[in-house]
């Protein structure tokens, strides 16, 4: 059974960067494409991006530029760095597994972590 | 304002029958059958339901289904039960020529 867990800082000041963990256990990291999906305060789901098995990432295109994901195979984890965050990247975080690259859904999800942008 | 349109709430008594409507457009949800339903309890992780428009993993209950007519794509959930009180979010995926994964904005669903 996979199973997937967020961690990292709950409290990021504005203009630094945010930095989250996703522990996969049940699967090996590289047999999935992983995958970070937020949401923010009263608002619904937004997709980050994801990472494939060969480590090639897809982003949406609003963040591209201030997004990176990694795969650390070492530990069975992967990470998402987002930079130079505002207010308007206060959310819950949450990591997924898709599948594979056909299979275009998300599952399992993790619990979530809530990270608010404040000085 | 999210990416697919959601109505905001709807509710039914236990044992009746509710539908989400979720509505795209011809580059996502009409364009493509990757159309998938989540379900969400509060402080808990979201749930696949549905994927590819119409398929449920396994260990969903029959009662939950989903279809595409056009632009729009539906969940229906049959013989409600109180457990189903959650929000709901349907998601598309489109094709790799310009490639966008959206959400819809989610639907409270309430079991009266």
């Known amino acids: 059974q996979v199973q997937l867990e967020e961690s990292g800082p709950g409290l990021v000041k504005p203009s630094e960067t945010l930095s989250l963990t996703c522990t996969v256990s049940?699967?090996?990291?590289?047999?999935?494409?992983w995958s970070w999906i937020r949401q923010p305060p009263g608002k619904g789901l937004e997709w980050i991006g994801f990472?494939?098995?060969?480590?090639?990432?897809k982003y949406n295109p609003s963040l591209k530029n201030r997004v990176t994901i990694s795969v650390d195979t070492s530990t069975n984890q992967f990470s998402l760095n987002l930079t130079s965050v505002t207010a308007a990247d206060t959310a819950v975080y949450y990591c997924?597994?898709?599948?594979?690259?056909?299979?275009?859904?998300?599952?399992?999800w993790g619990q979530g972590t809530q990270v608010t942008v404040s000085s | 304002q999210s990416a697919l349109t959601q109505p905001r709430s709807v509710s039914g008594p236990p044992g009746q029958s509710v539908t989400i409507s979720c509505t795209g457009s011809?580059?996502?949800?009409?364009?493509?059958?990757?159309v998938s339903w989540y379900q969400h309890h509060p402080d808990k992780a979201p749930k696949l339901l549905i994927y590819?428009?119409?398929k449920r993993p396994s260990g969903v209950p029959n009662r939950f289904s989903g279809s595409k007519s056009g632009n729009t794509a539906s969940l229906t959930i049959s013989g409600l039960q109180a457990e189903d009180e959650a929000e709901y979010y349907c998601?598309?995926?489109?094709?790799?020529?310009?490639?966008?994964?959206?959400f819809g904005g989610g639907t409270q669903l309430t079991v009266l």
């Open positions: 990472i494939d098995n060969t480590g090639n990432a």
């Open positions: 049940g699967a090996s990291i590289t047999s999935s494409f």
């Open positions: 590819d428009v119409n």
């Open positions: 011809s580059s996502d949800v009409g364009g493509y059958n990757y």
């Open positions: 998601c598309s995926f489109t094709g790799s020529s310009s490639f966008r994964v959206l």
């Open positions: 997924a597994r898709k599948p594979t690259v056909s299979r275009n859904w998300f599952d399992p």
